[in-house]
């Protein structure tokens, strides 16, 4: 598991907010409706991590730009066992897809950047910047690719 900062959240959170300011409301619901959409039909993710990402999408409060559910009240409301969505919010923390703050022991606070196209991460294409840095996803196969700037912390590595 990856550790987000206070600091990277609030950076993270705050261009997400900015973002979703920008928008109308119609352009917002259907970046919040498109997003799952694509993630679904993503080979890169088990259909436990697509799953879970939709519901947590489906709880951001865009007022916050966050979600908070815990981890028990997911598995409840998707009828799976709570370490399957621990190891399913792991693989979406771990490709970029989600940043996830750990508050408390039990409760974490998800922002899921879906205002901005993440078409690379999710298929492996590769699209427009949108005026985040944020960098192509390297092949799992490439254990010798350099290391890149991540587009969430801004540091240099081979991902979170």
Not at 85 to 113: D, F, G, K, N, T
Request: aromatic share 8%; proline share 5%; with cysteine.
């Amino acid at each position: 598991m990856t550790t987000t900062t206070q600091e990277e959240f609030t950076r993270v959170r705050a261009a997400f907010l900015a973002r979703a300011a920008e928008l109308s409301r119609k352009e917002r619901d259907h970046a919040r409706l498109s997003f799952p959409d694509e993630l679904r039909r993503s080979p890169l993710f088990t259909p436990a991590a697509k799953l879970v990402c939709w519901e947590i999408v489906q709880c951001v409060d865009e007022a916050i730009g966050y979600a908070w559910p815990k981890e028990e009240t997911l598995a409840e409301w998707l009828s799976i066992d709570v370490r399957t969505v621990r190891r399913a919010i792991q693989e979406l923390e771990q490709m970029s897809v989600m940043v996830v703050q750990r508050v408390h022991r039990r409760v974490h606070h998800y922002l899921v950047p879906y205002f901005w196209a993440l078409a690379d991460k999710l298929s492996g294409k590769k699209t427009a910047s949108v005026g985040v840095d944020r960098t192509k996803m390297q092949p799992k196969a490439d254990k010798n690719a350099p290391p890149t700037r991540c587009w969430i912390c801004d540091r240099r590595s081979t991902g979170h």
